[in-house]
């Protein structure tokens, strides 16, 4: 009987809609920025690199390739110039071409509410339920923003800056308590990218070599230490 005290008194029986975190956002033009470079890093990590690098030597193919003809010089030119410029504004390029999406209303302003028990959006039409938290599949998080991952494909950024209830440094346990979802820390930063690359190739040369003897080794020598 106490027990089933307790559970009503829980905070989500009580209320599942309170909010725990709340935060403001605006689909204005550095919104729709921080999208693209998150995009940009997350699926298409080396295409700018790739682009640029293509479009650098078709541009130097008329040095290189001593008896090149007129014809492909030029072909080689434009094409180069296209894709460095490509490779150079592909940010810029994407942003307008989501503000050309009829489907994409910019400047909307949207205030996600965490609560006990899911994620609902509030829009100047009313609030709109985003579902329980089972629905997250994965929390990225860069220097800035936190990125949330849905299963029907919705991303949700969320702005460090912009948290107006809870606080922005516990909102990742949080929702990875909630949603037992991935997470991946994704810098933007160019030394936090280092680092972090580096961090990673080291996690993988020390996982070379390894057998599964000392993976069932390890939680005995960790249970060891803990116990002296």
């Not at 001593?66 to 072909?75: C, E, H």
């Not at 410029?85 to 400047?107: D, Q, T, W, Y």
């Not at 990125?147 to 948290?163: E, H, M, R, S, T």
């Not at 280092?194 to 990673?200: I, L």
């Amino acid at each position: 009987m106490e027990n089933e005290k307790k559970e009503l008194e829980r905070p989500e029986i009580q209320d599942p809609h309170k909010n725990r975190y709340v935060v403001y956002t605006k689909r204005d033009t550095e919104l729709m920025k921080t999208f693209i470079r998150f995009d940009n890093r997350v699926r298409h990590p080396r295409m700018g690199v790739n682009t640029g690098l293509v479009g650098i030597l078709l541009l130097l193919m008329p040095v290189i390739v001593k008896d090149m003809g007129t014809a492909g010089k030029v072909i080689g030119v434009c094409v180069g110039t296209l894709l460095l410029c490509i490779a150079l504004f592909r940010v810029h390029i994407s942003v307008g071409m989501m503000k050309n999406n009829p489907e994409v209303k910019e400047n909307e302003e949207i205030t996600y509410l965490f609560g006990n028990s899911g994620i609902r959006a509030r829009k100047i039409g009313g609030i709109e339920d985003l579902g329980y938290y089972k629905t997250v599949y994965h929390l990225w998080e860069d220097e800035g923003n936190y990125y949330v991952g849905l299963d029907n494909d919705d991303l949700l950024i969320l702005p460090k800056a912009n948290f107006e209830e809870g606080d922005a440094e516990s909102f990742r346990k949080f929702l990875l308590d909630k949603s037992g979802a991935k997470y991946t820390w994704k810098p933007a930063e160019l030394l936090n990218i280092w680092k972090n690359t580096a961090m990673q190739i080291r996690q993988k040369m020390s996982e070379v070599g390894r057998t599964p003897q000392d993976d069932e080794k390890s939680p005995k020598e960790e249970k060891r230490k803990r116990e002296k």
